[in-house]
């Protein structure tokens, strides 16, 4: 393992300004996406719908950094036969690759899950480096609920994040770590921010027993915030300010960089949450996005799926990153939001 350049990857992955485009969702999840704007999810609709968004250069030059990808995206070409990672690459941004296969249901922990994929994932990170693919996303899922989340579904989830992890560096891929606590719910911000505490802290051992080196890896984690259905409903100001102490008391400086999942927050909230924290600033880490839903259920609706809605999803998109990136740094406004 080289880890300097590991950590070079990191860092662009991280860079001022930029963050993640997360369009590695499984065949699964893209079907009801695709379902609710009424488009069919066939290779070729997942593949022109994903070409659109890699073709659009302004966004992926100046607010994207990288590009999590599917494995059936990685293999696949766009319509003039360039192969979609070559889009990426060709716009400056990074291409990455989701390496878990999903989750199951854990044993003994009803309502519980654990993350799965670590049997054959060493013999499967070369194939992905030899095709260009510099970092991974490993996802695991704690939900909070009555009497969970148990001390056994996050110890396993941390476990398996560390072992994905080490086995990403050895074969010299950037492992962003993705200890996901949903939204889920009716719990306040102040449950959130006690099940995630436990989560990080686990994960942050688990990885140190594992010998997984910080400065090459990337945190996803979700932001302390409100279950989606709890009555009391925090404010931008909130979820920044109990996001940023959570972390601080949770992340070593060491970590190169925390991009956040959006989780189901709307589009705006993801991007005001993102800037309230950078305008705290004074942070030891940048904090950046890495959305998959708050970055493109804007292009999906605007495309649904026909040729000559390919700029206005472009437009879209675009905006969207645009927004986040003025998020990354803190610059972000809400008459920019509306002046598009
Ligand atoms: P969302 O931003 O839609 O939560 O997706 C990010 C992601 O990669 C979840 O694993």
Not at 57 to 69: D, F, K, P, Y
Not at 261 to 286: R, V, Y
């Amino acid at each position: 393992m080289n880890l300097a350049d590991l950590n070079k990857i990191a860092r662009a992955m991280v860079a001022p300004g930029k963050g993640l485009l997360a369009a590695d969702e499984s065949s699964g999840t893209i079907k009801k996406r695709f379902d609710a704007i009424g488009v069919e999810s066939t290779e070729t609709t997942r593949r022109d719908y994903r070409e659109m968004l890699f073709r659009s250069r302004e966004a992926m030059s100046n607010a994207i950094s990288g590009v999590i990808l599917y494995d059936e995206t990685i293999w696949q070409d766009a319509k003039d036969g360039t192969p979609l990672i070559r889009l990426i690459e060709e716009a400056g941004a990074i291409p990455g690759i989701k390496v878990d296969e999903g989750t199951q249901a854990l044993p003994n922990c009803p309502g519980e899950l654990i993350t799965v994929g670590l049997d054959r994932l060493a013999e499967r990170l070369p194939k992905y480096y030899e095709r260009g693919a510099r970092f991974a996303k490993w996802r695991a899922v704690i939900d909070i609920g009555s009497g969970i989340p148990s001390m056994a579904a996050i110890s396993v989830n941390a476990h398996a994040l560390a072992r994905y992890a080490a086995l990403c560096q050895q074969a010299q891929i950037v492992p962003i770590v993705e200890p996901e606590v949903l939204m889920d719910g009716d719990h306040d911000i102040d449950r959130c921010v006690e099940v995630t505490t436990r989560v990080l802290n686990k994960t942050f051992q688990e990885l140190r027993i594992q010998r997984v080196a910080l400065e090459g890896m990337i945190l996803k984690p979700n932001m302390a915030i409100s279950g989606k259905t709890s009555k009391t409903q925090a404010s931008v100001g909130d979820v920044a300010e109990k996001t940023v102490r959570m972390l601080k008391n949770c992340v070593p400086a060491s970590v190169p960089g925390i991009a956040f999942l959006s989780g189901g927050q709307s589009d705006e909230e993801a991007t005001a949450h993102l800037d309230a924290m950078n305008k705290i600033g004074g942070l030891p880490w940048p904090l950046t996005f890495s959305y998959g839903r708050a970055l493109q259920a804007a292009p999906q609706k605007a495309w649904a799926g026909k040729a000559e809605n390919v700029a206005a999803g472009q437009h879209a998109f675009t905006h969207r990153a645009r927004m986040n990136s003025l998020a990354a740094s803190g610059t972000w406004t809400a008459e920019q939001e509306k002046a598009a």
